[in-house]
């Protein structure tokens, strides 16, 4: 069962960067879209950014100008780079990728476990 492994949270002072990684276990057929999702404290979680298989963007707007998704299809790998951080980014931020497995196997949805980012003001 493939895993997506984050990395790059932590502890950040306001108007700082912070770039996340996520990739995935094992080798995988063919990935769709990929994404970063984020939950705040008492919040629902939000989807902050998607970079679909041709590499088009989409942003919430509370980031845009901020945050840089970005892809490397070689290593099944998608980057968040976080510049200018505020206290409103501190939450928990989840990968996600729509793939298959292999070449036979339906699409699937694929999460991370999730990196803590906190921003002190």
């Known amino acids: 069962q493939v895993q997506l492994v984050e990395s790059g949270g932590g502890l950040v002072q306001a108007g700082g960067s912070l770039r996340l990684s996520c990739g995935a276990s094992r080798s995988i057929f063919s990935i769709s879209r990929m994404e970063w999702h984020r939950q705040a404290p008492g919040k629902q979680r939000e989807l902050v950014a998607t970079?679909?298989?041709?590499?088009?963007?989409n942003y919430v707007d509370s980031v845009k100008g901020r945050f840089t998704i970005s892809r490397d299809n070689a290593k099944n790998t998608v980057y968040l780079q976080m510049n200018s951080l505020k206290p409103e980014d501190t939450a928990v931020y989840y990968c996600?990728?729509?793939?298959?497995?292999?070449?036979?196997?339906?699409?699937?949805?694929?999460w991370g476990q999730g990196t803590q980012v906190i921003v002190s003001s």
């Open positions: 996600y990728l729509l793939g298959q497995q292999y070449s036979d196997s339906y699409y699937g949805d694929y």
């Open positions: 970079i679909s298989s041709r590499g088009n963007t």
